[in-house]
């Protein structure tokens, strides 16, 4: 049984927790390791050793922080097969799945390379005679990450990399349910040569995330999960007087025209449905299929749903591992029933598909036809491999479903017009949009982030908002004495 613990301060911490919790092998079902759960004492030394190491990181020169990142990103390319495995044995997901979360983090953290440049200000000359101004962004100081189960090193370099960059000290608080790979992160950034105390882990649950939210100490919060710990966390954060970025949940629409390639749009709506077992934040979990096009685009789904293979996520042959725990595997299977009784139709039930023997857990890609927006099955974010595919007449009623969902985190069109897929981008009420491209993720120089209630606060993460949300403005107006200065003046400063 592994035992993890916190990193603190450069070493793993030595003391004993109170609480644990369970770390499961999804796809046996199996108890893998025990995580501590940090009180509110062990959160405090971890933004202690954050607090210490500040001043020194504030003021270490651009080359310097830049020359570390340079080695962080070599180290986990090196080491990327080892953090996919450690992913793959507490998630579940499959090896190339959670390989391509590494390879999606590094983006990030290559980004950040660029902080000499992202980090520079403006210099204007004689604003007024002989009076110079400039701008400055600095660090904030300590910071926190909390993040998600569903990509437990992705999310967290979304973070991280910048927040470090523009020379802040960090706390992460990862999923309790897969944590091993922000302890593995924590070692590569230690013999990148990141001094002891600029990046620190705790574990846990509630009592953490509330000691991180309420501690003077603590400047600014990022945060990634469902909708309603999101609301949560930015109404406390910001209560305590913090910067917090808290990014909620999603139902991701997407929208078949009826002059879509129905191969191409099937393909997507497969891929990006049950991808990583539909637990994606930018999975597509409602595809809105316009007049005529439902039967075929469903028949074409299905089609490729009974070809896909569910299984261990370290077997190369899997397409789709397990869900992350027994209770959520079930809870989403209750939709299944829950969408019938309700009225959809069960196109694929995801119970009668070809699954691992033995107590992981599984659930086989599920295809629910003819739902309705009022039904639970589309209202309520699944987080599963359920697809649901609503019919709609037109353009215009596809649209207006859109707009009417709570959620604005990712969306897709998939037409071969041009001028419905420039419409679309420009109405649509969603954060990040795809065309004939289902899971549209930006690249780390844009900055990821949805609208309405899958983000709470302003500023998206990583890109150049990541940089302004790490980092505070300072503009400095300066004068040197020269011969000619003099004379007491009361008037406001006008440039002259
Ligand atoms: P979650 O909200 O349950 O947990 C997220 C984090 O909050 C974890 O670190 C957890 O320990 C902590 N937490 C849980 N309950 C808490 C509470 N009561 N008080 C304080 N902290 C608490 O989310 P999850 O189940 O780990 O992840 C899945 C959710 O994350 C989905 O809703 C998914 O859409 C969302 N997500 C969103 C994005 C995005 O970019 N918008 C990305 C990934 C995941």
């Known amino acids: 049984m592994r035992q993890i613990t916190h990193w603190i301060g450069g070493k793993p911490w030595t003391g004993t927790a109170e609480r644990h919790g369970d ?3 999804p796809a046996t079902g199996q108890v893998g390791g025990r995580v501590d759960f940090a009180s509110a004492d062990e959160v405090e030394a971890a933004v202690a050793a954050a607090r210490e190491a500040f ?4 003021d270490a020169s651009l080359t310097k922080r830049a020359g570390v990142l340079f080695a962080f990103r070599e180290l986990v390319a090196r ?22 979360e590494v390879a999606r983090g590094l983006e990030v953290v290559e980004f950040a390379c660029g902080i000499p440049h992202l980090q520079k200000g403006g210099y204007s000359e004689n604003v007024s005679t002989r009076v110079d101004s400039y701008s400055i962004r600095q660090p904030l100081g300590v910071v926190a990450g909390i993040t998600p189960f569903n990509f437990p090193a992705m999310v967290p370099m979304w973070m991280f990399p910048l ?35 600029v990046f620190n882990v705790v574990h846990g649950d509630k009592t953490a995330v509330d000691a991180l939210l309420t501690h003077p100490d603590v400047r600014a919060v990022s945060f990634v999960g469902s909708t309603p710990i999101a609301r949560y966390v930015y109404e406390t954060g910001t209560a305590h007087g913090k910067r917090v970025q808290a990014l909620g949940g999603a139902k991701n629409h997407m929208l078949v025209l009826p002059d879509a390639d129905l191969d191409l749009a099937a393909d997507a709506a497969v891929s990006a449905g049950f991808g990583s077992a539909g637990e994606r934040c930018m999975a597509i979990s409602a595809v809105v299929a316009v007049d005529p096009v439902g039967d ?8 490729r749903v009974a070809k896909l293979t569910v299984g261990p996520g370290d077997d190369d042959r899997s397409e789709m591992g397990p869900l992350i725990t027994g209770p959520h595997r079930d809870k989403v299977t209750s939709y299944l029933d829950g969408g019938v009784a309700q009225g959809a139709t069960l196109a694929v039930d995801g119970r009668e598909h070809e699954l691992p023997d033995g107590s992981g857990f599984w659930l086989g890609p599920t295809v629910l036809d003819h739902v309705t927006p009022e039904m639970d099955c589309y209202r309520d974010e699944i987080f599963g491999p359920v697809l ?19 959620y604005g985190n990712g969306t897709a069109v998939f037409t071969n017009d041009g001028g419905a897929a420039r419409r679309f981008c420009n109405e649509v009420e969603v954060g990040m949009v795809g065309v004939n491209v289902p899971i549209p993720v930006p690249m780390a120089y844009y900055s990821f982030g949805g609208w309405k209630a899958s983000l709470f606060g302003d500023t998206h993460m990583h890109g150049t908002e990541g940089v302004h949300f790490y980092t505070r403005g300072k503009v400095v107006t300066s004068r040197w004495l020269d011969p000619s200065h003099g004379g007491v003046n009361l008037g406001f400063p006008t440039n002259g």
């Open 23 to 25: 770390v499961y092998d």
């Open 55 to 58: 001043p020194a990181w504030r």
């Open 79 to 100: 080491h990327r097969d080892e953090l996919a495995a450690s992913i793959t044995s507490e998630h579940g997901k499959v090896r190339a799945d959670a390989a391509g």
């Open 163 to 197: 927040a470090i960059a523009c020379g802040n000290t960090f706390v992460l608080k990862p999923s309790e349910k897969d944590p091993s790979a922000s302890l593995l992160l924590a070692e590569l950034w230690r013999e990148a040569g990141l001094p002891d105390g």
């Open 296 to 303: 075929e685009l469903v028949a074409k789904i299905k089609e």
């Open 388 to 406: 649901s595919v609503v019919r709609t007449a037109s353009y215009e009623t596809g649209m207006a479903l859109i707009a009417a969902n709570p």
